[in-house]
DNA sequence: ACAATGGGTGTGACGTGACG
DNA sequence: CGTCACGTCACACCCATTGT
């Protein structure tokens, strides 16, 4: 979490935030994606904090939805708790220690990328020159969506919900214009509904909640962080929790070459599709 | 090498709801 | 009721990959 954090917020505000949070949850207000409900509830709270900036409290709010949707997904070997006992225990968060969200946040915020290198990879979407014979169509260029933007896209989602493609472009993706996520929706939830094997690896099966893979308590070898699974497995929506592309390690890390990122992620996911695993040199390249 | 296929991006038509 | 803004859908165009 941003150490500004606690100069901005008091512990007895972040937990008064994320208990008006909880009650929404518990009346399935909150990440279900069906709604905006996530304007309501930014509008109670932003009435609820108004002594705060309006961009305090939206930030404010979209760091807890993800770290209480990740305590969420850390419990998922164990009984779902109620909502009243999240109420309760903040969400299974120790609030008292800032610290450790921080450290943390990159999972809780879906990234895979916990060394630089996979960050390097797909901060920079492959600019594509594209012939464009239309009229229409020239001087256009197309522009590929980066997995940043990406994930930027689904935590607006979780937020606003679908259909409030303004808001997202304005709080979340503001390099890509409302018709544009609308555009890249489209495809996203095209692919959801459209699960199948012969699917090649696409921007779309990047999921929010793509984390830990790279620990070492997941997985004992180097195959097993190897472990994809896109939305043909994913019968929820948004993004959720049982979608994990999960890039094991610096296993993108193959070639010298591999300048762009999407080639890169799909050439990694055919070598997976095809039943042919990466050879071993390149998966433990990283670690040289 | 070539054709087929899958996928990404952008555009236009249309539907819908809000507002005066 | 007309206008406007916005979202959805279908489609065109292109590229990358795969199969032959």
Known sequence: MDPMFNAEWSASEIKLMKAIIAYHDANNSYANGT???GTDILDELQARFSWKEKHQVTDLYVELVVEMMQAKLNDDN??????????????GLHVEDPAAIEDNMDVSLGYVMNDTTFMRMVEKA?????????????????TFWTIQEHRNFLRGLEVYGRGSWKNISRS????????QISSHAQKYFLRLGCPTGKQRYSINDVSLHDFEPWRPQNHSSGWEALSFSGSSNNSNNYGSRAQHVSLGGNMLMYHASQESSIQAATWARSQQIRGGFLPQQWLYMGNM
Do not use: G, H, Y
């Not at 979340?172 to 018709?179: A, E, G, M, S």
């Open 172 to 179: 979340f993706v503001t390099t890509k214009t409302p018709v």
């Open 126 to 142: 492959p600019q594509r020159q594209v012939a464009i014979p239309r009229e229409k169509r020239q001087n256009k260029e197309r």
């Open 35 to 37: 709604s905006k409900k």
């Open 78 to 91: 164990q009984p779902m708790k109620a909502t009243s006992d999240l109420v309760n225990d903040n969400f």
